[in-house]
């Protein structure tokens, strides 16, 4: 019996209030790099109440890649890291990148 396993990338964060700009200037960007290695966007979401737990994730998004190893390499690569120092502006604490699989 043959599986499709789809492959996931999960992303929470809590965006920085006080710098608009670079939230919405990375958001742009990192779309430019996700494409690169082959991600679908499935969803963004906000968070409209936190119902248990006190993680404060205020937005998530769901993007699927062709393997585990393309989103690693996403992550290894120059365009991605390019980003990092606005990554630190635009949120207000390290942004989790998680793969999941279904």
Do not use: H, W
Not at 26 to 36: D, E, P, T
Request: one cysteine or more; glycine letters at 4%; charged letters at 20%.
């Amino acid at each position: 019996m043959k599986t499709d396993t789809n492959i996931y990338l999960i992303v929470t964060a809590i965006p920085n209030p006080n710098d608009v700009f670079s939230y919405n200037s990375y958001v742009f960007q990192i779309a430019g790099v996700f494409n690169l290695y082959g991600a679908v966007n499935v969803g963004r979401y906000r968070t409209i109440e936190q119902i248990m737990g006190n993680s404060g994730i205020k937005t998530m998004a769901i993007f699927t890649f062709p393997n585990v190893q393309s989103i690693k390499d996403m992550m290894a690569s120059e365009e991605f890291n390019a980003l990092n120092e606005l990554r630190e502006k635009a949120y207000t604490r390290m942004v989790d990148y998680i793969i999941c699989e279904n």
